[in-house]
C-alpha cells in the first residue's frame, strides 16, 4: 500500500526553528509538498516560501482552504497569540498547537504569574501594576536587582534587570508612559531577581498525557561570559551534564505535570509544546517564564537528537494518542551555535555575502539557516541570527568541538559568535 504524502504549511518566524523543523519533517516518508510562511534560504531549499507573513492569519487560512493542505504547524508566538489554532480548527483543518487560551501562558506575563500563583507553582516573588505611581511605589521598597517586565511580547526585549532604582524607575516610565512596547506595556510585572543556572524545559503534551524532552540549555546574552544584551538566544546545548535524574524528576512533577494539570482544571488544555524557562536556585527549580512553542534555538538541537518520525508524534498529538508511542532521543548529546550579523541584537545591516558553507560536509554537522535570503544567486545575511551551525558527539565537549571546527569555514562581514557556548556547563 502506498502512504499518502502529506500537503504541510509550516508558519512560524522564519528562523532557525523553522528550518530545522522542516528539515526533520522532510526525512518523513508521509512528508509530501511543504510550504513556509514566512521562510528563508534553507527553508527555500526544502518547499515553497510563501509571500504571506505568519501574522496573516485570514490569507494563511485561505491559502491552506485553496491548496487542500493536510497538516498546518504553528510554531512561533505571534500567530498563537492571535488564535490562528482556534481559527483553524473552527474550519475544520488539521493544526498542531495551543488554542489561544493555553497559549496565553505565554503572551500575556501578568496571566502567567497569577496562574503560577493560584497553582502554587515555584517561581519568582512577584506583583503586577497598570498605575505607574504604584509600581514606582513597589520597586522603591525592594531588594536590587530588580527585574521589570512588560506583560506581552516583545521579541524577548521587553525583560529589563535594573541595577538602580534610577534605572527601575526610567524602565517603568520607558514600558508604562512612554509605552515603547505599545499595549504590551499596559501591564507591567516586577518580580525577584533570581540567581542559578537557566535551563529550558520542553515537553510535549495533547492536553491529556504529555512527554518529556532532554533538558537544554539557551545562551541569552550577546557576549561571552553572558554580557551584554539579551537575545533571542545564540546558543544550545542539550543534554546538560549538571542536571541529575532527581531533578529532573523533581522538575518533571513539579512544574510540567503540575502546570499541565493546572491549566486542564482551568478549563484550557494544552495541547503543543511547554517549554517552560528555570532558573535552578539554591532553594530548587524555579519557573522564569513559560513558551507556548519550540524554543528557538533549542529546536534546531532537538530535530537533531530525535529519533521518531516527527510526523508520526505530531499525529499522536493531535489525536490524544500520546501515551501509546514511544518517544526515542539519541544517546548523543548536541549543540547549535548562532552566527549573527554585526551588531545584533541592536541595529545591524542584511545583504552581506557568506561563504563557506558548502565546506561543511560532515555528517555529524548541520547547518540551520535563520536570517538568510538568496539574492542573485548569491547566500546573504537577512536578519540578526543568520545561522545556526549544529553538531552531535558522544560527550558534549565533542559536539561543539565539531561545530565550532565547522564555523571556522564560514564568513560574512560583521560575522559575530559566542566562543564560549556550553563552556558553564562544561565546569558545573
Ligand atoms: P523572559 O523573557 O522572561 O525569559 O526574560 C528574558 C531573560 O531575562 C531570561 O531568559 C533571564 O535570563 C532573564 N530573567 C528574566 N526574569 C528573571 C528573574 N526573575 N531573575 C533573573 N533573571 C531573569
Ligand atoms: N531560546 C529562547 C526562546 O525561544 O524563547
Known sequence: MSVKKLKILIVGAAGGREHALGWKIAQSKRAGELF???????????????????????????????????????????????????????????????????????????????????????????????????????????????????????????????????????????????????????????????????????????????????????????????????????????????????????????????????????????????????????DGPKILEYNARFGDPEAQIYMRLLENDLLDIVDALIDKKLNKLEIKWKNLFACNIVLCSGGYPGEYEKGKIISGIEKIIEKDTVVFHAGTKIVRQDLTTNGGRVLGISATGKSLKEALDKAYEAISKISFEGMQYRKDIGKKALEL
Do not use: C
Request: charged residues 25%.
Open 36 to 282: 513556509f510562511a514566512r521562510g528563508n534560504a534553507g527553508t527555500a531549499e526544502l518547499g515553497t516560501n510563501l509571500d504571506i507573513k505568519e501574522k496573516e492569519i485570514p490569507k494563511l487560512l485561505e491559502f491552506a482552504q485553496k491548496e487542500k493542505i493536510d497538516l498546518t504547524l504553528a510554531l512561533s508566538d505571534d500567530p498563537l497569540a492571535l488564535g490562528i489554532v482556534d481559527e483553524f480548527q473552527k474550519e475544520g483543518l488539521r493544526i498542531w498547537g495551543p488554542t489561544k487560551a493555553a497559549a496565553q501562558l505565554e503572551w500575556s506575563k501578568a496571566f502567567s504569574k497569577e496562574f503560577m500563583r493560584r497553582h502554587g507553582l515555584p517561581t519568582a516573588k512577584f506583583e503586577t501594576f497598570t498605575g505607574f505611581g504604584a509600581a514606582k511605589k513597589y520597586v522603591s521598597q525592594q531588594p536590587l536587582p530588580i527585574v521589570i517586565k512588560a506583560d506581552g511580547l516583545a521579541l524577548g526585549k521587553g525583560v529589563v534587570i535594573a541595577q538602580s532604582f534610577e534605572e527601575a524607575n526610567q524602565t517603568l516610565e520607558e514600558i508604562m508612559v512612554k509605552k515603547i512596547f505599545g499595549n504590551s506595556g499596559t501591564t507591567v510585572v516586577i518580580e525577584e531577581f533570581l540567581v542559578g543556572p537557566e535551563i529550558s524545559i520542553h515537553a510535549f503534551s495533547d492536553g491529556e498525557s504529555y512527554k518529556m524532552f532532554p533538558v537544554s540549555q539557551d545562551h541569552k546574552r550577546i557576549g561571552e561570559g553572558d554580557t551584554g544584551l539579551n537575545t533571542g538566544g545564540v546558543g544550545t546545548i542539550a543534554p546538560l551534564p549538571f542536571v541529575d535524574k532527581e531533578m529532573m524528576a523533581k522538575i518533571e512533577k513539579e512544574i510540567v505535570a503540575a502546570t499541565l494539570e493546572g491549566i486542564r482544571t482551568d478549563g484550557t488544555p494544552f495541547e503543543g509544546i511547554l517549554y517552560p524557562g528555570l532558573i535552578l536556585t539554591k
